[in-house]
């Protein structure tokens, strides 16, 4: 388990823009990936975007493909999640992770997991 302390989440009108922003404290990331997850009120959570941290190679789902980017600097240990083109569909709690390849898209894939932080997009 490695510590995420996530930040950046909030109020935005629809068509707005968030940037999340995420540490993992206490060690490097080195050769393993990070990236975001949300759980909407009543729906299961699912995987947003991540990013392998040697190559910088991103997986992104469809729902949030062409809109959202994460991107890492390896000097902080931070990865960030800009949000873009947000609709009330993306109205979550989003969750920093940690694990070994970005290429999982299941939550068991990733063994750390941040707080979590609350994205609401109005109408």
């Known amino acids: 388990q490695v510590p995420l302390v996530e930040s950046g989440g909030g109020l935005v009108q629809a068509g707005g823009s968030l940037r999340l922003s995420c540490v993992a404290s206490g060690r490097t990331v080195g050769r393993f990936a990070m990236g975001w997850f949300r759980q909407a009120p009543g729906k299961e959570r699912e995987f947003v975007a991540a990013?392998?941290?040697?190559?910088?190679?991103?997986e992104y789902a469809d729902s949030v493909k062409g809109r959202f980017t994460v991107s890492r600097d390896n000097a902080k240990n931070t990865v960030y999640l800009q949000m873009n083109s947000l609709n009330t569909e993306d109205t979550a709690v989003y969750y920093c992770?940690?694990?070994?390849?970005?290429?999982?898209?299941?939550?068991?894939?990733?063994?750390?997991w941040g707080q979590g932080t609350q994205v609401t997009v109005s109408s």
């Open positions: 990013i392998t941290w040697s190559s910088g190679t991103t």
């Open positions: 992770v940690l694990g070994a390849s970005a290429s999982r898209r299941d939550v068991d894939g990733f063994g750390s």
